[in-house]
């Protein structure tokens, strides 16, 4: 009957350290696995963008990367998230050269990311088009006016397309910007 009664309070025991510690210890972690941290931007955050390097339809090819540096550092409160001059790639979608008859060059590209902490955030132009360069179009005015002058006009080549170094580029970011991951 001893051996009952001492069975009965160790069970009696076990339950309480389930019911009272083990079981609210275990809803609490995973509460706080689940528990997403706030990002430190959001999507859409702007970003002002400078072209480090002059990008020509004269020698790029669809796939070339370039270089852009954030000109404003991102702030959230008071704290900088992403540091002025972080770098940023963009690339070239097509390029087509400047053509006889004054035809002007043409040259698409596209955002990629910018790197913050050694990770790609993806970014988008703030304005549909915002990479795409046109060179100046002067068919007709070079045309007319060199065919008066000389039999070549037909010849003269339009402009190249470009993205000129110190250009600024307005852009935002395409997803949230969350903390880094802590490394144990």
């Known amino acids: 009957?001893?051996?009952?009664?001492a069975d009965s309070f160790a069970g009696l025991g076990q339950y309480f350290v389930m019911r009272f510690f083990i079981v609210p210890g275990l809803a609490l972690m995973a509460?706080?696995?689940?528990?997403?941290?706030a990002p430190l931007a959001t999507t859409g955050t702007p970003l002002k963008l400078m072209v480090w390097n002059e990008v020509s339809t004269?020698?790029?090819?669809?796939?070339?990367?370039f270089l852009l540096r954030l000109e404003t550092?991102?702030?959230?409160?008071?704290?900088?998230?992403?540091?002025?001059?972080?770098?940023?790639w963009g690339e070239v979608v097509s390029a087509s050269g400047s053509g006889m008859g004054g035809k002007a060059g043409k040259l698409e590209t596209r955002l990629l990311h910018i790197e913050v902490d050694g990770r790609p955030i993806r970014i988008a132009p703030a304005k549909p088009d915002a990479l795409a360069d046109k060179g100046r179009d002067g068919s007709l005015q070079i045309v007319l006016a060199t065919?008066?002058?000389?039999?070549?006009?037909?010849?003269?080549?339009?402009?190249?397309?470009?993205?000129k170094a110190g250009a600024l580029v307005d852009a935002?970011?395409?997803?949230?910007?969350?903390?880094?991951a802590a490394t144990p």
Request: net charge positive; glycine share 12%.
């Open 147 to 163: 065919a008066a002058l000389t039999p070549w006009g037909p010849f003269a080549r339009g402009n190249n397309a470009r993205l």
């Open 172 to 180: 935002v970011l395409a997803e949230d910007l969350m903390p880094a």
């Open 31 to 37: 509460g706080m696995a689940s528990a997403q941290p």
């Open 58 to 65: 004269r020698t790029a090819k669809p796939g070339d990367r």
């Open 73 to 88: 550092a991102v702030v959230a409160g008071e704290a900088v998230v992403i540091p002025r001059g972080a770098q940023a």
């Open 1 to 5: 009957m001893r051996q009952g009664i």
